[in-house]
């Protein structure tokens, strides 16, 4: 794979099902537009792929319970409220789409009522005189730097990739498709986010996910409340252990959501469970603790005896069952039915038929149909991407020094070599590789450089015990451990061990300048990307800052800074490369500022790579250009200083 192979990335989002319609929006990378282009496609059962809907952005389609109606989203050109995503309804037996909403921030996934005529969304609302809107009294909306001042009492005011959050609360609407309004107003008020609509089975109420006590003070847990359809106050329905997400309402009113369990701000690396209450009741943890966590890629599903959902598990990402009466089941107990040695990323249920999107090492992503017991692989998205030339992943294991079992993968360039390395680390840390394509190692191996993925301690999917063991111990046992696999790497023959380079982003990068600073000798150069690299500065400028620097480093000072990769600066003596986007407010950009500042104080060969107008997740949705011209970059940097022969 190829940089500009970028463009060959297929991935379809969650399908729609409903009789022999499937529906799926696929999405691709567009280079010339500088944009990413979807549309609806309609999977026929024998294959087909044909367009449904020919947008420049649609996305989410919903079926309407009666089999009547499409509703997805919709976004087009570059500027004003249509160029945000807006709702439209369309029959499914084809014809013009209609537009339903005008938000001035667009809106998020349509949610059908059970009468098929009402849907529920989420928006954000926008305080009058900014993101494009007048002040109160004037007609003409001020440029963003002219909007008025912010007053901040909170810690909570922003989050990366979204921006402010306290003068745009997402709020709770319902509309009639029949009769929309040209004004919806919404359902919900205040600050408080609100997310996750569901539905209750009468159409009475939408249940939604809320921060605690609606938000009247910082807090990292949430809970389920019940908001009237036709208006008033919301009810709170289930008070959990710590969060929510993804609420279903079962037949016989249980409602169903994933959640953490947790005290305080204790967050970091709990794997997330099924949970089960009745309205008003006392919550009840369906799976295990330390074996099972759950992927929310969408709501859990009655089926049968028990309830889908996806479970991460070593690297995979598996749809599974889970027992309706379970009491804290583990993983074993629970019935696999698809994503072995894959990765599970949505599905949707109708009747006895599963639809999933599911990807594998060689694929971002295909349609597959579970029915009777048979999988059926309807679609073959990737192929293009394959034709460019995919390189298979080769499952490692190894023994850390202290006995602990490492696993990750390794990729292969085409030739005997002996091939130069690149241990490539990922982010999270609470976070996995999985069994699917990776574009990073893909375009690496192509460029012939063996690129060695671990999930070293503190990744997830292998229990909350492994991703909880580097709490208030970051740079120990998880650089241990992928040393450990680096090591089993480099016994190979066609590998040069005398050849290694590192690299990552965000936790990634932490690592990355840790091991340059502290085993500097085993590697030719480093790059290091969107990085945490001094705590103190961290947890005050932040998104998280304020909770994440305590849970994984604790608030001493003098602890904060033996754990900061600044401090050792002064021992990285290897080519560093500090790459940053300018809107990264998860990693700000002063943790790459002083880093790059004291490399060059110290006379280590250093570059600053940054890009404008990017955040946090520029390698996996910035702008398509971007992400080309980082490519580029990182190939230039490798090629310099670790050559391919």
């Known amino acids: 794979m190829r940089p500009v192979d970028l463009e060959l990335l297929a991935v379809p989002g969650r399908p729609a099902a409903a009789g022999d319609l499937i529906l799926v929006a696929l999405s691709r990378p567009d280079l010339a537009g500088n944009s990413y282009r979807s549309s609806l496609r309609r999977i026929g059962p024998d294959g087909a792929d044909t367009p449904w809907t020919h947008g420049e952005r649609d996305s989410a389609p919903a079926v309407s319970p009666d089999g009547r109606w499409v509703a997805f989203l919709r976004g087009t050109g570059k500027s004003g409220p249509l160029s945000r995503p807006q709702l439209h309804v369309m029959p499914v037996s084809g014809g013009e789409a209609r537009r339903v909403t005008e938000l001035p921030l667009g809106v998020d996934a349509p949610v059908w009522a059970p009468d098929s005529r009402r849907i529920a969304f989420t928006a954000r ?37 979204v921006g402010f959050l306290r003068d745009r609360p997402k709020r709770l609407f319902v509309v009639d498709t029949a009769e929309p309004a040209t004004d919806p107003a919404p359902l919900t008020e205040g600050e408080a986010d609100v997310s996750d609509p569901a539905w209750t089975p009468g159409g009475e109420s939408v249940l939604v996910v809320a921060p605690r006590d609606w938000d009247r003070t910082e807090t ?8 009237p359809a036709g208006g008033g106050a919301p009810v709170l329905a289930v008070r959990t252990r710590g969060t929510a997400s993804h609420p279903a309402v079962a037949a016989d009113g249980t409602i169903l959501y994933y959640g953490l369990e947790f005290e305080g701000l204790s967050e970091v690396a709990r794997n997330t469970g099924l949970w089960a209450a009745a309205p008003g009741g006392e919550p009840r943890r369906l799976t295990d603790t330390e074996t099972v966590d759950c992927a929310p890629v969408g709501e859990p599903v009655p089926y049968e005896d028990g309830v889908l959902v996806v479970v991460r598990n070593r690297g995979a990402a598996e749809l599974r069952s889970v027992p309706r009466e379970g009491d804290r089941v583990e993983l074993s107990g629970l019935k696999l039915f698809a994503g072995e040695r894959a990765a599970v990323r949505s599905f949707a249920v109708d009747g006895d038929t599963i639809v999933l999107v599911q990807a594998g090492p060689a694929d971002a992503g295909e349609v597959v149909v579970l029915s009777g017991g048979e999988a059926s692989r309807l679609t073959d998205f990737s192929a293009p991407l394959r ?7 080769e499952e490692l294991t190894a023994t850390a020094p202290d006995g602990y079992p490492v696993h990750g993968w390794l990729v292969l360039p085409e030739g005997e070599g002996p091939h130069p390395v690149l241990l490539v680390i990922h982010g999270g840390p609470f976070a996995p590789y999985e069994w699917s394509l990776f574009d990073e190692a893909q375009v690496y191996a192509s460029a012939g450089y063996a690129v060695v993925l671990a999930n070293p301690r503190g990744s997830a999917s292998y229990g909350e015990r492994h991703g909880r063991a580097v709490v208030g111990a970051l740079g120990t046992v998880d650089a241990d451990d992928l040393l450990a696999l680096l090591d089993a790497v480099l016994e190979r023959s066609d590998v040069d061990s005398g050849r290694v380079g590192v690299m990552g982003g965000s936790y990634g990068g932490f690592m990355t300048g840790w091991l340059a600073s502290h085993h500097g000798e085993r590697f030719r150069a480093a790059w290091s990307e969107r990085a945490v690299n001094a705590w103190d500065s961290f947890s005050g400028s932040s998104d998280i800052g304020w909770f994440f620097t305590e849970n994984y480093v604790g608030t001493d000072p003098e602890e904060q800074r033996r754990r900061s990769p600044l401090t050792y600066a002064a021992d990285i003596r290897i080519p560093f490369a500090v790459v940053h986007s300018e809107q990264d407010w998860r990693c700000p950009l002063e ?18 790579l940054l890009f404008p107008g990017e955040g946090h997740e520029l390698t996996r949705s910035g702008k398509p250009r971007h992400r080309l011209q980082r490519f580029e970059a990182v190939l230039d940097w ?8």
């Open 638 to 645: 490798w090629r310099r200083y670790l050559p391919v022969s």
């Open 387 to 393: 034709d460019s030339g995919i390189r298979s992943a």
């Open 591 to 608: 943790q790459a500022q002083r880093m790059f500042v004291a490399l060059k104080k110290n006379g280590t060969e250093t570059e600053f």
């Open 220 to 227: 990292l847990h949430t809970d389920l409340y019940a908001v």
């Open 125 to 161: 609302v926008p305080e009058p005189g900014r993101y494009g809107t007048p002040p109160p009294g004037e007609d003409d909306a001020p440029e963003a730097a002219e909007e008025a001042p912010r007053r901040i009492t909170r810690y909570d005011y922003r989050v990366d990739d």
